[in-house]
Antibody, heavy 118, light 107 residues
Framework: QVQLQESGPGLVKPSETLSLTCAVS????????WSWIRQPPGKGLEWIGY???????NYNPSLKSRVTISVDTSKNQFSLKLSSVTAADTAVYYC????????????WGQGTLVIVSS | DIQMTQSPSSLSASVGDRVTITCRAS??????LNWYQQKPGKAPKLLIY???TLQGGVPSRFSGSGSGTDFTLTISSLQPEDFATYYC?????????FGGGTKVEIK
């Protein structure tokens, strides 16, 4: 059974960079699209971007200037960096693996709450 | 970006009721439409992909239909474990936008 686990600081200061890692277990990172999705408290889901195991990426245009997603196949993990954060970036951040396309998320991490505050 | 609009934003229903949730895309997305169920404090769960294909392990009381711009998720007989928030998501192209969600509450 594929499992995903997010990790990273739960508190980030405004203007700094949010960094999260998603560790994948129970399966290989190869051959799939891996995404980050976030959900502000009490609100809906927002797609941040994806990375293919080969390194190809696609980002939400609304966040593109601040987002970097990378993959480390040797460690079976992928990462998210979001720069110049503000309070609006406070959210639960999920990592997910797509099933048959880039966007049908079959496996999800449990989510990690990141609060942006000084 | 393709906008996804769900309706209603919330509904109250009883166990055994038939429930229908609609999702409209701002442009044609063919059948590139997914449905998710999310319970409080949990990650979303994929129910249906490609508009009408049931994800493995999902009960058959869930069904999806539609193509182009208009889609529906139907729960044929609502069960206690179905009370949750449901999201549609277009998988036609980036960004993979989600609808605003429909909260299904107990009547």
């Amino acid at each position: 059974q594929v499992q995903l686990q997010e990790s990273g600081p739960g508190l980030v200061k405004p203007s700094e960079t949010l960094s999260l890692t998603c560790a994948v277990s129970g399966g290989s990172i190869s051959g799939y699209y891996w995404s980050w999705i976030r959900q502000p408290p009490g609100k809906g889901l927002e797609w941040i971007g994806y990375i293919y195991y080969s390194g190809n990426t696609n980002y939400n245009p609304s966040l593109k200037s601040r987002v970097t997603i990378s993959v480390d196949t040797s460690k079976n993990q992928f990462s998210l960096k979001l720069s110049s954060v503000t309070a609006a970036d406070t959210a639960v951040y999920y990592c997910a693996r797509a099933a048959t396309s880039e966007y049908d998320y079959e496996y999800w991490g449990q989510g990690t709450l990141v609060i942006v505050s000084s | 970006d393709i906008q996804m609009t769900q309706s209603p934003s919330s509904l109250s229903a009883s166990v055994g009721d038939r429930v229908t949730i609609t999702c409209r895309a701002s442009q044609s997305i063919s059948s590139f439409l997914n449905w998710y169920q999310q319970k409080p404090g949990k990650a979303p769960k994929l129910l249906i992909y490609a508009a009408s294909t049931l994800q493995g392990g999902v009960p058959s009381r869930f069904s999806g239909s539609g193509s182009g711009t208009d889609f529906t998720l139907t729960i044929s007989s609502l069960q206690p474990e179905d009370f949750a928030t449901y999201y549609c998501q277009q998988s036609y192209g980036a960004p993979g936008t989600f609808g605003g969600g429909t909260k299904v509450e107990i009547k």
